[in-house]
């Protein structure tokens, strides 16, 4: 029974010269591990899983508490660890553990730093909140009783309203305006709306008391 191309070594002395052609022109590939393919997936797996904890805030929580446990991990072993290769560079277990500490530190003073800032923003809110009714009522004393004299009302920060003072021309045009959307709107005074209702009905007079 021929043997396939692809369980068979190719460098195997069984195998003729011919057979190896064949291999060659089929690509052939060596089977693998499937254990070692398996430990490989594991492996970058856990390399992604890594990164997104490093990459993303809300995880830093869980990143930290997983630093905590190798640098526990490290000081327990700290004995049988005398040969720490990192990055290609002999680390010692307290270069190492120095290292994670920092970061579990930066961690904490940024979590830390956080909730101070939440709750400064919160009593900001709640203090400005309560008291903008009291800071315009003050604004307005102060504009009214400093209303002519702009250099006082500019201690204060405040300048005066600007009064629009229309032209001749423009109160007519205004006039003419107003005119117009009454008409169009069919707004009527207090006696065109007497004048409109006619004379009461006898029964809608008002009856005056009798002494």
């Known amino acids: 029974m021929p043997t396939s191309a692809h369980q068979i070594d190719r460098a195997s002395p069984e195998i003729d ?3 190896q052609a064949l291999c060659r022109s089929r690509e052939w590939k060596p089977l693998r591990d499937e254990n070692h393919v398996a430990r490989g ?3 970058q797996t856990t390399q992604l899983q890594r990164q997104d904890i490093m990459t993303t805030p809300s995880n830093k929580t869980a990143l930290k508490a997983e630093e905590l446990q190798i640098i526990a991990g490290l000081e327990k072993n700290a004995a049988t660890l005398t040969n720490l290769i990192v990055q290609g560079k002999q680390v010692s277990v307290t270069q190492a553990i120095a290292t994670l500490q920092a970061r579990v530190n930066a ?3 940024a979590q830390s730093a956080k909730v101070a800032w939440t709750d400064a923003v919160q009593q900001q809110d709640q203090q400005l909140t309560s008291t903008n009714a009291f800071v315009e009522s003050l604004v307005t004393v102060i504009r009214g009783m400093f209303a002519g004299a702009p250099s006082a009302l500019a201690d204060f920060g405040q300048v005066p309203r600007k009064v629009t003072v229309l ?5 007519q045009e205004a006039a003419v305006k107003a005119a117009a959307t009454r008409k169009a709107r069919h707004t009527m005074g207090a006696k065109q709306k007497r004048r409109s209702r006619g004379r009461p009905r006898p029964w809608q007079r008002r009856l005056r008391p009798t002494l």
């Open 41 to 43: 997936l594991s492996t």
């Open 17 to 19: 010269r011919p057979t």
């Open 167 to 171: 032209t001749t021309a423009e109160k």
């Open 107 to 109: 961690i904490t003073a």
